[in-house]
């Protein structure tokens, strides 16, 4: 039974998060950290539906003082720490099919703010309250498109923020992993989200099922690795 923390819990992959690990018991309290809590009407559904259990607390992930009122907000919700953070709030920015030299540095800075400050500040500013706890275990949602040796030439703001942040995530579990955290990389499959759209290959179900079954399986050994959300590993 674990106390999870998740980013962009308020649609999508969050929320499934959210749902799935309610609803099996295997979580006896998840924190839905999301921009605007009080205007996610699914996300309300679930607080009123499991009452203690689903907390929201406000944060966006691209302002690092929000992050950090966050984390003081989560530390008085739950005392006793986190088990578990899971870094899913992402963004794809870039109009789809436009030419990577043409790409606006506004879109690729603000790529970067979302897809790789964004989870380090969380991971910065969450890791005393996982320090509380044994699991220690932090889950980035990232993308096969952030592979270096699967690169492609489109999407370059989207695939350079996210390898940037699979070398973030490399580095800090390698920083971490001496005091007993275990950090990983998730890419979740081409999902049917407001994102991956409808004609992707997977649904949201499906995508995180698939990833809690591997992370309810990871050991310490897996600290650093990229997975597919099938539990093989993805070339960096």
Request: hydrophobic share 40%; net charge neutral.
């Amino acid at each position: 039974m674990s106390i999870v923390a998740i980013t962009g819990a308020s649609r999508g992959i969050g929320l499934e998060f959210l749902r799935q690990l309610i609803a099996s018991d295997e979580a006896t309290k998840v924190i839905a950290l999301v921009r605007n809590p009080d205007d996610a009407a699914q996300l309300q559904e679930e607080i009123k539906r499991h009452p203690g259990r689903v907390l929201a607390v406000k944060l966006d992930v691209t302002n690092e003082e929000s992050v950090k009122s966050a984390a003081k907000e989560v530390e008085k919700l739950s005392p006793e720490g986190i088990d578990i953070l899971i870094n899913n709030a992402g963004a794809y920015l870039e109009p789809k099919g436009s030419s990577p030299i043409n790409t606006s540095a506004k879109d690729i800075l603000a790529s970067y703010a979302t897809n790789t400050i964004g989870p380090f500040l969380t991971i910065q500013n969450f890791f005393p309250q996982l320090l509380k706890r044994q699991k220690r275990t932090v889950v980035n949602i990232t993308s096969a498109m952030g592979s270096i040796a699967w690169s492609k030439p489109n999407s370059i703001a989207y695939r350079s923020s996210k390898a940037a942040l699979n070398s973030v995530v490399s580095i800090l579990a390698q920083e971490l992993g001496p005091q007993g955290a275990t950090l990983v990389l998730f890419h979740p499959g081409w999902v049917q989200t407001d994102m991956g759209g409808s004609n992707a290959d997977l649904t949201v179900s499906t995508s995180v099922s698939s990833i809690l079954k591997v992370v309810h399986g990871l050991k310490h050994e897996d600290n650093g690795k990229f997975f597919n959300y099938d539990g093989t590993t993805i070339p960096w």
